[in-house]
């Protein structure tokens, strides 16, 4: 739907002047198209929510350099959106690749006390634990901190952190003993 480009350079004008009512407007004027274009760029409902508010956010943030670069908004928010959902995708592309690479390499080959036989299927075993259980192993076997330390540090009681403990190790020990099976 277009609008008037003038009106959005007025609504913009009188946001800068602190008429916090012409935002508001703006906003109603363009989070529809903006929204439907975020969800077709990235096929998801809380996603695109969150690019439509960013866009907004850049307007708020550089109204001027919209209002110079065209006279109508439109433009300048769907080019935001894009750029910002392509920046969402390398990211969250990155941390898949950073996230793959780590749950591979828990434990590395030179680690006191792992047979290297069982290395593999230890690695295996340590990132399928539920967040939690990873937590409590890593802060206690790895880091070396007493139960009282993780407790403190995860903002949880140390009987908490002792039985997420030792759910994780009997867990990595089903794991482990369905990998030597395998």
């Known amino acids: 739907m277009a609008h ?5 350079a007025a609504l913009l004008a009188r946001y800068h ?3 916090a009512a012409a935002f ?3 906003y109603a004027r363009h989070k529809d198209a903006l929204y439907h274009h975020a969800r077709a760029l990235t096929r998801d409902d809380g996603l695109a929510e969150d690019l439509l508010n960013e866009s907004f956010l850049e307007l708020a943030r550089q109204g001027d350099a919209a209002r110079s670069a065209s006279s109508s908004l439109a433009p300048f928010l769907h080019t935001v959106l894009r750029r910002r959902a392509a920046d969402r995708r390398r990211s969250d592309q990155s941390t898949r690749r950073r996230e ?6 828990w434990v590395r080959e030179r680690s006191d006390g792992v047979d290297p036989s069982q290395l593999a299927d230890l690695n295996r075993a340590l990132g399928l634990l539920p967040t939690e259980q990873a937590e409590a192993v890593v ?7 007493t139960f009282q ?7 949880a009681s140390i009987n908490t952190v002792a039985s997420r403990y030792r759910a994780a190790l009997k867990r990595l020990a ?3 003993n369905e990998g030597s099976r395998a």
């Open 17 to 19: 002047a602190g008429d």
């Open 149 to 155: 330390e993780a407790a403190d540090v995860l903002d």
């Open 4 to 8: 008037e480009p003038a009106a959005d």
């Open 24 to 26: 508001d407007e703006l």
């Open 174 to 176: 089903e794991l482990m």
């Open 100 to 105: 793959a690479g780590f749950s591979q390499q």
């Open 139 to 145: 802060l206690h076997a790895y880091a070396g901190l």
